[in-house]
C-alpha cells in the first residue's frame, strides 16, 4: 500500500511539473482544434464548446422549477449535516473532558476523501465513483446556470495525470449580477443532485440487497499447525456439523464441545465449494497452544475461524437505510469494499460479479452522499456558502450594509464549522 502512495505521489509530482512548464511556455489559456486548454497547477481543464452547447440542450430539458427543489433539498442537507457536525463535536468534548476518555488519534488524511490519500478509499472503486460523482454535480450547476439565464463560457473535462471529472465555468459577470435567488439556486443544484442520486443508487443497492442470505455455519480460514485441523482444513471451508450437532454460529461451536475433553474423537462436516466433507480429528488440549492457566484442560479443535455474525450483516445490508450513518461508516470498520472472508459467510448468487458490481455501486453512493452533504456545508469554499448567502440577500435589502452582514454571517459559520471539522484531528495532539 505504502508503495502504491509513493508511485501516486510520483506521479503527480511529475505531471504538476509538466503542466507548471506547460503554463510557463503556451500561457495558462490556449486554443487548439477548437478546445480551450487551460492550465491550473496541477490541473488541466480540456474545454469544448460542444460540451458547451450539450449543457445548453440538456437545460431546456428540465423544467424551470427544479431550482427551487434543489434550494430545499440543499437547505434540508446543510441544517441536517450542520446538526450532525455539531452533535457529533459536543459528544467527543464531553467523552474527552467529562468523561475522561483517552482521546485517539486520527490521521488528517481519513478527513480527505481522495483515493490514494485516504487510505479507507479503494483507488479503483474510489476513482470511478468520484468522477461519477463530480460529473453530474458540475453538469447540473451548468444546467441550472442556463436555465436562469447566465452564460456559459466553458465547459469540459479535468485532468489530474487521469479524466478527474467535468467543470463548468460559469460567466463571472453573469454570475455577479444574477438575482440572489438565482444563485441559490445555481449553487444548489450541485450538491442537490449528489443526494438526489445518492438516494437513487441506494435504492438499486437495496434491490440487490434482497438476493443477500447468511450462511448457516462458520467460515473457516484454516487450521492450527499442530492439530488435526491443520491437514484437513481449507480456506473458505464452512462448518456445518460437529458429530451430528449443527453449527450456525460461535454459541453451537461451543455447546458442541460441552462435554468433551482432550484426546477424544470428533467428526466434523465442512462445505466446501458446496460439496460436504467429513473428518476425524483429535481434540487438543489448549493450554498447549495459548500457555493461559484457565485454558490448561480445555478441548480445542485447532480451527482458526471468523468471529462475525452474517446474519446481523446480511439483514443490515438488505435494509442499509435503517442504519445510514453506519452504513455510510463501514469503509472506515474496515468492511467496505466487501471482499473475502466477509463475502465468504453471505450467499450470493455469482458471487464474483454480484459482489464486484455492488462494491462499485457503493461507493458511488458514497461519493456522492459525501460530496452532497460536504458541500451543502455553509463554509467557503463550499456550495453552502453561496447558497446561504443567495437566500439571505433575498429576503434583504440588496444594499453595501447587508452584503456585508451576509459576508460576517457566513464568515462566522464558516470559522465554526472548520473548528468543529479539526478538534477531533488537534485535541489528541494538544492534550498528549
Not at 46 to 63: A, I
Not at 293 to 306: A, H, R, V, W
Not at 345 to 358: E, I, K
Request: hydrophobic content about 50%; overall charge positive; cysteine-free.
Amino acid at each position: 500500500m505504502v508503495s502504491v502512495i509513493l508511485a501516486l505521489v510520483t506521479i503527480i509530482i511529475l505531471w504538476a511539473v509538466l503542466t507548471a512548464y506547460l503554463s510557463k511556455r503556451y500561457g495558462r489559456d490556449i486554443n487548439i482544434r477548437g478546445l480551450q486548454i487551460h492550465f491550473y497547477v496541477p490541473f488541466i481543464l480540456v474545454g469544448s464548446s460542444k460540451l458547451t452547447r450539450f449543457v445548453d440542450r440538456l437545460s431546456k430539458r428540465f423544467k424551470k422549477p427544479i431550482g427551487t427543489v434543489f434550494i430545499v433539498i440543499s437547505v434540508a442537507t446543510m441544517l441536517l449535516t450542520f446538526y450532525i457536525l455539531t452533535k457529533s463535536t459536543i459528544s467527543y468534548l464531553t467523552m474527552i473532558f467529562i468523561e475522561k476518555v483517552e482521546a485517539p488519534s486520527i490521521s488528517p488524511r481519513v478527513a480527505i476523501a481522495l483515493p490514494g490519500i485516504n487510505p479507507a478509499i479503494p483507488i479503483t472503486y474510489g476513482i470511478v465513483g468520484l468522477i461519477i460523482a463530480i460529473v453530474i454535480h458540475e453538469l447540473f450547476h451548468g444546467i441550472v446556470a442556463r436555465q436562469e439565464g447566465l452564460k456559459i463560457d466553458d465547459s469540459g473535462v479535468l485532468f489530474l495525470t487521469i479524466p478527474l471529472g467535468a467543470y463548468v465555468n460559469v460567466n463571472e459577470k453573469d454570475m455577479e449580477n444574477a438575482p440572489p435567488k438565482s444563485k441559490a439556486k445555481i449553487f444548489s443544484a450541485g450538491p442537490a443532485i449528489n443526494i438526489l442520486f445518492s438516494i437513487i443508487i441506494l435504492g438499486a443497492l437495496v434491490g440487490m440487497g434482497s438476493f443477500i442470505e447468511a450462511k448457516e455455519g462458520l467460515v473457516l480460514i484454516g487450521g492450527v499447525e499442530g492439530t488435526d485441523a491443520y491437514n484437513y482444513v481449507k480456506y473458505g471451508d464452512l462448518l456445518i456439523k460437529i458429530e451430528e450437532y449443527k453449527i450456525r454460529g460461535v454459541d453451537d461451536l461451543e455447546k458442541a464441545l460441552k462435554d468433551k475433553k482432550p484426546g477424544d474423537t470428533i467428526n466434523i462436516t465442512v462445505l466446501r465449494k458446496d460439496v460436504p466433507y467429513t473428518f476425524t480429528i483429535v481434540l487438543q488440549n489448549k493450554y498447549n497452544f495459548t500457555n493461559a492457566s484457565e485454558d490448561y484442560g480445555k478441548p480445542f479443535m485447532g480451527i482458526i475461524f471468523i468471529p462475525f455474525n452474517s446474519t446481523l450483516l446480511a439483514e443490515f445490508l438488505k435494509k442499509p437505510y435503517t442504519g445510514l450513518l453506519t452504513y455510510v461508516s463501514l469503509p472506515f470498520l474496515h468492511i467496505m469494499p466487501l471482499s473475502d472472508p466477509l463475502t465468504m459467510t453471505l450467499s450470493v448468487p455469482n458471487p464474483r460479479v454480484f459482489w464486484a458490481l455492488y462494491n462499485m455501486l457503493y461507493w458511488i453512493f458514497w461519493m456522492n452522499i459525501v460530496l452532497g452533504t460536504a458541500n451543502a456545508l455553509p463554509a467557503y469554499p463550499f456550495d453552502g456558502a453561496g447558497i446561504l448567502s443567495g437566500i439571505i440577500e433575498h429576503f434583504i435589502k440588496r444594499d453595501e450594509r447587508s452584503k456585508k452582514v451576509v459576508v460576517m454571517i457566513v464568515g462566522v459559520l464558516t470559522v465554526l464549522t472548520y473548528v468543529m471539522f479539526i478538534i477531533p484531528f488537534v485535541i489528541p495532539r494538544i492534550i498528549q
